[in-house]
């Protein structure tokens, strides 16, 4: 089955404690992007990256990094977690840059104490 | 700049009753549009969407949004709403920036269906 996977699915941390969420894609995507959600805001992007070792910032990128080492992992680091990045987030991926086709996976919600 | 509104923040209907959830948008060119459903606790799942051609675009269950290009919009509709609509719709524009195409979401919109 395609689909994108995330996990963990629910994450409780501490202000300051590095941590990774992970994201893989079985549909030999090139395409992949981090999205944060807060109620009133909608979706916004955080990274992309349209092939491997090839990424760029989106729209709020502070406070995060990612890596695309492989072509179906993306996974999301936060050195250095702080309250503000409580948050649910999404990993999505596309063959190719055209986002109709986009996949998301089912989210990972993060809070940080 | 690219934008994508969604006034209303929560909608409250009757299970039965019709509904239409608004979306303006603002970009330059002929935009790509979509609307997304969240059911709790859920991903996000892809109602519609709208390239070109008829602006009466058909989704999956039984929703359905008219482009309006005068007014800037790409409204849902649905004739007659069931309980399990209850959820949060997420209308987006499918932007070209920095060489790839990009969604840029609205807020959302919170529906809450009444027995």
């Known amino acids: 089955e395609a689909q994108v996977t995330q996990n963990p699915r629910y994450l409780i941390t501490v202000t300051g404690k590095k941590l990774t969420v992970t994201c893989s894609q079985n549909m030999n995507h090139e395409y992949m992007s981090w999205y944060r959600q807060d109620p009133g805001l909608g979706l916004r992007q955080i990274y992309y990256s349209m092939n491997v070792e090839v990424t760029d910032k989106g729209d709020v990128p502070e406070g995060y990094k990612v890596s695309r080492k492989e072509k179906r992992n993306f996974p999301l680091i936060l050195e250095s977690p702080s309250p503000n990045q409580t948050s649910l987030y999404f990993c999505a991926s596309s063959l190719s840059r055209e986002v109709e086709k986009l996949f998301f996976g089912s989210g990972t919600q993060l809070s940080v104490l | 700049a690219q934008s994508v509104t969604q006034p209303d923040i929560h909608i409250t209907v009757s299970e039965g009753a019709s509904l239409e959830l608004r979306c303006n948008y603002s970009?330059?060119?002929?935009?790509?549009l979509f609307w997304y459903v969240q059911s709790p606790g859920q991903g996000l799942q892809l109602l519609l969407k709208?390239?070109?051609?008829?602006?009466l675009v058909q989704g999956i269950k039984g929703f359905e949004a008219e482009f309006k290009r005068s007014q800037s919009s790409f409204n849902l509709r649905k004739p007659s709403v069931h309980w399990s609509d209850a959820a949060e719709y997420f209308c987006a524009v499918g932007a070209f920036l920095g060489g790839y195409n990009k969604l840029i979401f609205g807020a959302g919109t919170r529906l809450a269906v009444h027995p």
């Open positions: 970009y330059g060119a002929t935009p790509y």
């Open positions: 709208y390239f070109s051609g008829d602006t």
